[in-house]
């Protein structure tokens, strides 16, 4: 028995390297198992199959009747196949936009109960935890006892995170509940272009206010008071050369 080694390809970015008995004729060749057609996935019936040396085209292998080692194969040349079948759907088998997709809503995951999320609900694991049904409790009270402070038309600054110089001021245009996430959340009309929407979100709308002057943040990040609007202008170099 004389095994080669070589590479198989096709148009459609199969690049497999095989090992082939040349003793083999050109038919078995074609659709035994582990041969071109489960290789390649093109029937035998409509192979056009060619031999080649790096790029170099060495001859077309076309006799079914004759064995491999009738031609002059030898080590890491490469078979390349190509689907004399214009018909067939190409790519079937890589391209994943050809796939149907199976979704769900949130609503339809919800109501499974052989998800992952409900696994960790029945165990009370991740934030189905009896401890981080407390945590979430105890920040939920921690957010309502904030927005009590808080009113419409209220200036406030907003500090999302722990540097100081990232502040922003505005408006309460906004408290109470909304359909996007729940808890309480504060409307903040912001008095430069630092926001995400106009007021509305997903459609629906909380309070009105000019494209990315809006935003809605958690009332234990808005601090209100006599906050007057910032003269982006008013530099330090300005006071000192009035």
């Known amino acids: ?95 994943t936009s050809l796939v149907e997709k199976f979704e769900l809503t949130e609503e339809e995951y919800a109501k499974r109960t052989d998800s992952v999320m409900a696994f960790k609900q029945r165990n009370k694991l991740g934030r189905f935890s009896d401890e981080a049904s407390e945590s979430s409790q105890a920040s939920e009270k921690a957010q309502e006892e904030a927005s009590k402070v808080i009113h419409l038309g209220d200036r406030c600054e907003v500090q999302l995170t722990d540097d100081a110089t990232l502040r922003k001021r505005g408006n309460v245009r906004f408290i109470g509940s909304t359909e996007f996430q729940p808890g309480i959340w504060i409307g903040i009309e912001y008095d430069e272009p630092l926001g995400k929407n106009n007021g509305t979100v997903q459609g629906i709308e909380y309070f009105k206010c000019s494209p990315n002057y809006g935003a809605f943040v958690r009332p234990t990040k808005v601090t209100v008071g006599d906050f007057p609007e910032e003269d982006l202008f008013n530099t330090d170099d300005e006071l000192e050369e009035m």
Request: no cysteine; aromatic share 8%.
């Open 1 to 95: 028995m004389s095994i080669v080694t070589v590479f198989v390809s096709t148009d459609e970015n199969v690049n497999s390297e095989r090992r082939f008995d040349k003793g083999l004729t050109i038919l078995d060749f074609k659709i035994n198992q582990y041969k071109l057609e489960p290789i390649t996935g093109i029937p035998a019936s409509t192979q056009s199959i060619s031999l080649y040396n790096g790029e170099n085209l060495i001859g077309r292998i076309d006799d079914d009747t004759r064995m491999l080692g009738a031609y002059p194969i030898d080590d890491y040349m490469r078979i390349h196949v190509v689907d004399l079948n214009p018909h067939r759907l190409k790519n079937q088998y890589n391209d």
